[in-house]
């Protein structure tokens, strides 16, 4: 960077430490130069794939404690109640309902946002009085470029025939893939 930019490394690195602000015209060089996605940290692009995807998808992380919708595509923010009542950036209480919130807790409890699983997928039915509707969800774990953990989760909805076709298959209503799983098979 220091040579694309034609500064020292050490000016760089005085820069990523905060003790020293750029010039306006190092400012702008930087800005042009993050700009384009190929010099944009890896875990800028996943939220853009989610922002940009044209099916239910989004992204999850916690602070504080608490689940946090990180990013979401279009179709999840326009899903009816309770989703089109989210908010990027702020914490998932209680507005998702109590199997929801019960799934998310279950989600930090198996370790989830530590990494601890491969895949989880699971079976959420809304309840909304426009419509009742059963979706298999699938989370992914995905490592932002700080070494934070967050779930990348595809929606997709189903009939009640498929939903309890897969319930049978997994004998709950989520199925959880281990690291040590995958080690077996492959």
């Not at 905060?18 to 940290?41: I, W």
């Amino acid at each position: 960077m220091a040579e694309l930019l034609g500064v020292s490394q050490s000016t760089i690195s005085r820069i990523e430490s905060g003790s020293l602000t750029p010039k306006a015209e190092l400012r702008a060089k930087l800005d042009r130069f993050l700009a384009e996605p190929v010099n944009q940290p890896l875990f800028s692009r996943c939220r853009a794939v989610v922002q940009a995807s044209p099916v239910v998808s989004f992204l999850l992380g916690v602070r504080g404690g608490e689940v946090v919708l990180d990013a979401a595509s279009a179709p999840a923010l326009a899903l009816s109640r309770p989703w089109s009542e989210q908010t990027v950036g702020e914490p998932l209480q209680g507005a998702l309902g109590d199997e929801a919130m019960d799934h998310l807790h279950r989600l930090v409890t198996l370790g989830a946002f530590r990494g601890a699983v491969n895949c989880i997928e699971t079976l959420w039915t809304t309840d909304s009085q426009e419509d009742a509707s059963t979706w298999r969800i699938v989370f992914v774990p995905v490592r932002d470029d700080l070494g934070d953990w967050f779930l990348h989760a595809t929606a997709v909805s189903l009939t009640s025939a498929e939903a309890s076709a897969l319930e049978a298959r997994w004998g709950a209503r989520h199925h959880v893939v281990y690291p040590e799983a995958l080690a077996r098979t492959g």
